[in-house]
């Protein structure tokens, strides 16, 4: 269904579907799932947490789910946990006793295809009259079989030529299978399914669901991600990848503007301080670490890396013109104190709108802002500091550019010298 605007309401999508659920809940005999699917498209989504016990019994991964199960069961924060193939269709299965059988004189070969030429007819030959093919069925003649009892009816030749019954030799076993088997990764899987409570994050469950799996599981049998918690996983592997990627690159590019790769790893020191600052003013404001607030933290790399760049660069050219290391970030700290202090508050109010933002959607950016806001709002302070720290530590290891004009006049005054004195 869809919901009202946000002007004319006053839940969210979760606390509705919370509401629905302790509704449904109530009713006897059924079960009932509420789902909420978000925009990005991803298979599964919203419909809460979905894994796959694999291995190589139906029977073994069968048990261990349904210890999976009791326990899910015993965690309100997974609401309806639930198998994808209960056993919750009958079929019949006919058991033969064999030692009867051969008491009797039965032959029970080919009793299986006798049988089902009596149940549903068997296919025996096909018969080509004019380049058309007909299919000839053994079929019985007597009333068709339509319940178990009529199994009676269907007789067998002993050795001493009587006749008995099927049920003779034969019991009727009524058991409930699953309506269909499944496979993930070509291996024989049952699914579980959850959904989760809003103040249980989607990677906390699925964490919670291996605990309780690595207790369970019998041997050769593991635990994969289905659905959302799958995409929750290669999105966590490829921000990973995206990290380096965007590290590396602006490394790089620090290092050929400066003309020094310690200059640039001087100024990429205080990227760490500032994510480490975003996550924990996620924590603070209980905000998950989402695919929003990662780009978010994609970014602060950058912004970070500017304000570093605002104090080394100043200090490279006080260097330059011949000031010693500790003189030279002193001054350009606080020459520069102005510009950095104006840069992190523009963009720390240029975030606050993220932060408060209501109605659809706001989530999104509520995340996105707190990265932004809390990183760079909780590492101002520290990177002022942190900053001249590195430059004093390794800005000794960067050559200036006055020192290399005096070792190239150095060079070319004693090459002079040479062309000047006659050879002995």
């Known amino acids: 269904m869809s919901l009202a605007p946000w002007d004319e309401r006053e839940r969210n999508q979760q606390e509705i579907t919370e509401d629905i659920m302790k509704l449904v809940a109530e009713v006897p005999g059924v079960r009932t799932t509420a789902f909420q699917p978000n925009s990005l498209g991803i298979r599964g989504a919203g419909s809460g947490l979905q894994f796959a016990l694999i ?106 030529g009587r006749f008995v019954p099927v049920s003779t030799i034969a019991t009727l076993v009524e058991r409930a299978v699953p309506p269909s088997l499944a ?127 605002l104090i080394v660069e100043f200090a490279n050219q006080l260097r330059d013109r011949g000031a010693p290391v500790r003189e030279a970030i002193e001054q350009a700290s606080n020459i520069r104190l102005r510009p950095v202090l104006m840069t992190m508050i523009c963009t720390v109010l240029g975030g606050l709108p993220l932060v408060l933002a209501t109605g659809a959607g706001a989530e999104a950016r509520v995340a996105l802002g707190w990265v932004i806001v809390g990183g760079l709002g909780l590492a101002t302070v520290s990177t002022l500091f942190l900053t001249p720290v590195a430059y004093l530590l390794l800005g000794r290891f960067v050559t200036p550019k006055a020192h290399e004009a005096a070792r190239l006049k150095r060079e070319l005054d004693e090459a002079a010298y040479r062309d000047a004195t006659p050879a002995e």
Request: hydrophobic content about 50%.
């Open 55 to 160: 291995g190589n019994s139906y029977a073994e991964l069968g048990a261990a789910a349904e210890a999976m199960l009791a326990e899910m069961e015993k965690d309100p924060r997974f609401l309806q946990p639930r198998l994808s193939n209960e056993r919750t269709q009958p079929q019949l299965f006919v058991e033969l006793d064999r030692r009867r059988a051969s008491d009797l004189g039965i032959n029970i070969g080919g009793l299986d295809q006798a049988l089902q030429a009596v149940l549903d007819g068997r296919k025996v030959a096909d018969v080509f009259l004019e380049d058309r093919s007909y299919a000839v069925k053994l079929v019985s003649t007597s009333n068709p079989i339509n319940d178990p009892t009529d199994l009676e009816n269907i007789f067998l030749r002993t050795a001493d």
């Open 183 to 309: 496979r993930e990764q070509q291996q024989r899987s049952v699914s579980l399914s959850a959904g989760l409570s809003g103040d249980f994050p989607l990677g906390e469950a699925y964490a919670e669901a291996q605990r309780i799996a690595a207790e369970v599981l019998p041997a050769g049998s593991r635990l994969i991600p289905l659905a959302e918690a799958a995409t929750l996983g290669e999105t966590s592997r490829g921000m990973l990848t995206i990290f380096g990627f965007a590290i590396v690159i602006i490394l790089l590019v620090l290092a050929a503007q400066f003309e020094s790769f310690v200059s640039a790893i001087i100024i990429m020191a205080t990227v760490p301080l500032g994510l480490a600052c975003a996550v924990f003013a996620l924590l603070l404001t209980n905000t998950t670490l989402n695919a929003y607030s990662q780009i978010g933290l994609v970014l602060l790399v950058g912004v970070m890396a500017k304000n570093g760049i």
